[in-house]
């Protein structure tokens, strides 16, 4: 039976002449954005710190990665990418296999002793960044049998264990082994940039395997250099902890291109276990399903995705769930009030709304400018998801909205945003066959 997918694609065709040439470059801007995205993350707070006026110079910088970013989504939100291209190896002879193959272990080694000296050169120290320090003591509390969730006591500060169990239950095994669990995190990272920059995305309609690839090698290299190689990124993969989130989502879209429904479950399960930012896009993922996906493929994805749920938050029983999903949530939201009123530079110097809405005053208002935002999201999905690749991108416009909308958007909150928005160029294909 055709899917609306397909029936959708019929219809958006490209044409030849302007729209071709415009779709057959969306993958070249799209990797010049993601390195803008990069160096902003990495140095925007510090020519903020030049100007003299933070909070100034931020609600710029809030204006400019949104409006950018927002742009982009949409862009590929039109019609299929020009399939009539040349392959590669025809347009492309300069760069072959094996240097592209050069290339890129070269990029990997360079991170690796770029992100490994960082992690020597940084001490875990809670005064500067608790997460990885509370996830170490969780996980010692799991090992001997105590409720990892409970309040965590430093010399500066206590902290409460907030995060979802697929964000922390990964570092269990490296503190039990003794290991720096930074290196699960540096092995994260790797593996996302692997899937990125070296994996098969390319298929066709009907599933099968595509022979050549259209997507030009140094698209590939600039969007794994970016995550790699970033000041922001390593510095935080010296002190952070979502780098596993990372990877599921990479791995979920991965799947989501080739095909493998229950895989894809299984990353969709781990990624709402490790993030309350992506529940609000399950609509998106509902109406994806909906419309794309044949009875087999929703029910392997759907039963699959709940089986990992379930199974992760089974073991912390009523009392956790309402913990993970009603009191968590709140008191992120409480940091940001108070954030407000004794530390303000976490809300003036990050690119949020808050930036704009706090300092006026109107800081009550702020969830209620994402939820509309939010819905325009929703409503410009229904008319325009209709394969992988616009329901990516709506995904990648809602998370980045989400994101925006909390009151304290830490840098490493954007880097699932900029992924995504790095595996978008990746699911070019035919023209979608009925499933």
Not at 91 to 100: D, I, K, M, Q
Not at 133 to 144: C, D, E, N, S, Y
Not at 236 to 243: K, L, R, S, V, W
Request: proline share 6%.
């Amino acid at each position: 039976m055709a899917s609306a997918c397909s029936s959708h694609n019929a219809l958006s065709k490209p044409v030849e002449g302007r729209a071709s040439i415009h779709t057959a470059r969306l993958p070249h801007v799209a990797v010049i954005l993601v390195l803008i995205d990069y160096a902003m993350l990495s140095w925007f707070g510090t020519l903020a710190e030049w100007t003299g006026n933070a909070t100034g110079m931020f609600r710029v910088g809030t204006g400019l990665f949104l409006s950018l970013n927002v742009a982009m989504c949409v862009a590929w939100l039109g019609g299929p990418l020009d399939e009539h291209r040349p392959p590669l190896a025809q347009t492309e002879r300069w760069l072959g296999p094996r240097f592209f193959l050069m290339t890129w272990g070269s990029l990997a080694v360079l991170a690796l002793s770029y992100r490994i000296s960082a992690i020597i050169r940084t001490p875990l120290d809670p005064a500067v960044a608790d997460m990885l320090p509370v996830i170490i003591q969780a996980g010692q509390k799991m090992l001997a049998g105590q409720d990892p969730y409970t309040t965590y006591h430093f010399v500066s500060h206590d902290t409460p264990m907030q995060w979802l169990p697929a964000l922390w239950l990964p570092y269990a095994p490296s503190v039990w082994l003794g290991i720096d669990p930074r290196y699960l995190g540096l092995a994260a990272v790797v593996a996302s940039a692997a899937i990125l920059g070296l994996a098969n995305w390319t298929i066709s309609g009907s599933g099968a395997l595509r022979a050549e690839d259209h997507l030009h090698p140094w698209v590939r290299i600039g969007l794994v250099g970016g995550l790699l190689l970033a000041p922001a990124a390593v510095w935080f993969g010296a002190i952070g902890h979502t780098q596993v989130y990372w990877l599921y989502l990479v791995s979920f879209v991965w799947s989501l291109s080739r095909r493998w429904w229950s895989w894809a479950g299984v990353c969709l399960g781990l990624c709402l276990m490790s993030r309350h930012t992506l529940l609000p896009l399950l609509p998106l993922l509902g109406l994806y399903l909906f419309r794309c996906l044949d009875k087999s493929a929703k029910t392997r994805l759907g039963l699959s995705a709940a089986v990992t749920v379930l199974a992760i938050l089974l073991p912390f029983g009523l009392k956790g769930v309402r913990h993970l999903f009603v009191e968590s949530p709140a008191y992120y939201w409480q940091l940001g009030e108070q954030a407000w009123t004794t530390t303000p530079w976490w809300v003036t110097s990050t690119f949020g709304l808050g930036v704009f809405l706090y300092p006026a005053g109107y800081g009550s208002a702020l969830s209620w400018v994402g939820g509309l935002c939010l819905i325009a999201v929703y409503v410009l999905a229904v008319h325009t998801i209709h394969d992988e690749r616009t329901f990516v991108a709506c995904l990648t416009l809602g998370l980045l909205i989400v994101t925006v909308s909390v009151p304290t958007p830490f840098r490493y909150e954007f880097f699932p945003v900029i992924i995504l928005l790095s595996t978008i160029p990746l699911l070019q294909r035919k023209t979608a066959e009925p499933r």
